[in-house]
């Protein structure tokens, strides 16, 4: 009887026997297709190993994407230095993008728009709460550890601290099929809410620091434009929205060509990802809102014209399976396990992080419906992920009389308590959730 490798054992075996050939592939010029290709294996193996593995523990396979991607990404304090080109690589960050579209698409597909608007006084309250307090605790913490730092500057790292990271939170409830629940409709809500309010916090600190860099004063004209532009979007999308897809599958309908049913979808997903972008927000707010308004009662005509009668949700399903785990895996990808070691860097990553979570919780006292769990939406708010890295690179590249808003200790604690926050969060998620 053959014996079978283990599967830790079969994925390092096969990283050892590719190395040669992406260290090669790493070192040509110009575009070059061969460290894509041997990129998608790692990745692809990455994910389901480590997505099986986190299974069998009863964790959610988010959390298992999410080390793999962490494993791949460090693989350099090994010694295999050919790995390193992996992060460099901006067609997998464009998938990785396109796959978190997909995943908010998909929510909002699942999402219910009248149970969700239900919610709404409680997901806006949570989301202005989960801004306010996590900003309040990162300004005194940053303050505390660096009081010669510039004020501004410690106000941008407490600003690092308010958007939540959507996509690992919404992962971690379809794979829960909680989605529907009160909490997920509420965290789901206030994470999009969440979002747009971060980008505001970020525009106008940024445009705060900028001024005074610069020795002028900050137009407040600015943060109007970003508020009426974000509330125009959302209002529009949802308002708008449904009328808009109605029609065009109507339109779609009236056309002979097959299997028009996805095109179409993607088409109306991409669309509104597009004005998001335009309108300054984050192209996931557009994506969320397409699958929130699109109805079955839009495409009932093309469902029909499919012998299987498959939906939105069902044709996506094979599309979200490829591309969704590689977001995961290429954000893990991102964090540089060498800062543990940095001694200075972690008490101020433990403290910086403990407020980041405490932050959250106080959001929770947002939730005004009786009998819904405050504790698990306040767990569903935490993780910061890739919003947290964003806000500390555009921190990198902000001066105050020269001196950088967020410097390399800064920055590295940031990366830790990104790290910190994404990873715990889906397990304790999946603890509170099933009880």
Wanted: glycine share 12%; hydrophobic share 55%; proline share 4%.
């Amino acid at each position: 009887m053959r014996r079978r490798l283990p599967a830790p054992a079969l994925f390092a075996a096969l990283a050892v026997t590719l190395w040669p050939a992406l260290a090669h592939a790493a070192g040509g010029h110009g575009p070059d297709l061969k460290p894509v290709l041997l990129a998608f294996v790692l990745i692809i193996l990455g994910a389901r190993l480590g997505g099986e593995l986190f299974e069998r523990l009863n964790q959610p396979a988010v959390l298992g994407e999410l080390v793999a991607g962490i494993a791949i990404g460090n693989v350099d304090l090994l010694g295999f230095r050919a790995f390193e080109a992996l992060n460099q690589l901006e067609s997998l960050q464009v998938l990785a993008q396109v796959g978190v579209l997909f995943l908010l698409f998909d929510v909002g597909l699942e999402t219910n728009f009248d149970q969700m608007r239900k919610v709404g006084a409680s997901s806006l309250l949570v989301a202005v709460l989960g801004v306010i307090a996590p900003m309040l605790l990162g300004y005194g913490v940053t303050r505390w550890f660096f009081p010669s730092h510039s004020g501004l500057a410690d106000w941008f790292v407490g600003a690092t601290l308010c958007a939540t990271s959507v996509g690992i939170t919404a992962r971690v409830l379809t794979d829960l099929k909680k989605t529907a629940s009160a909490e997920g409709r509420i965290i789901l809500g206030a994470a999009v809410i969440d979002d747009v309010l971060g980008l505001i916090v970020l525009a106008v600190v940024a445009g705060i620091i900028q001024a005074a860099d610069q020795g002028r004063a900050f137009d407040p004209m600015t943060v109007g434009l970003i508020i009426g532009k974000s509330v125009l979007f959302l209002g529009g999308a949802i308002a708008v929205g449904g009328w808009i897809s109605k029609r065009a599958f109507r339109l779609a309908s009236r056309m002979k060509s097959q299997n028009l049913l996805l095109p179409t979808a993607l088409g109306f997903c991409f669309g509104l990802s597009y004005l998001a972008a335009v309108a300054g927000l984050a192209p996931i707010v557009g994506a969320f809102a397409a699958g929130l308004v699109l109805d079955e009662l839009h495409y009932r005509d093309l469902q029909e014209r499919d012998p299987k009668k498959h939906t939105v949700h069902d044709l996506l399903k094979p599309l979200s399976t490829f591309l969704v785990p590689m977001f995961f895996v290429t954000m893990g990808m991102q964090v540089d396990l060498s800062v543990f070691g940095k001694v200075e860097v972690l008490g101020f990553a433990a403290v910086l992080t403990l407020a980041a979570i405490v932050g959250k919780q106080a959001c929770s006292l947002g939730v005004l419906e009786k009998g819904v769990d405050r504790l698990a939406v306040g767990l569903g708010m935490i993780p910061r992920g890739e919003v947290g890295l964003i806000f500390a690179s555009i921190g990198a590249t902000l001066t105050i009389a020269g001196e950088r808003v967020i410097t390399g200790q800064i920055y590295s604690a940031v990366v830790v308590m990104v790290a910190l926050t994404t990873l715990l969060t889906p397990p304790l998620l999946v603890w509170r959730m099933r009880k």
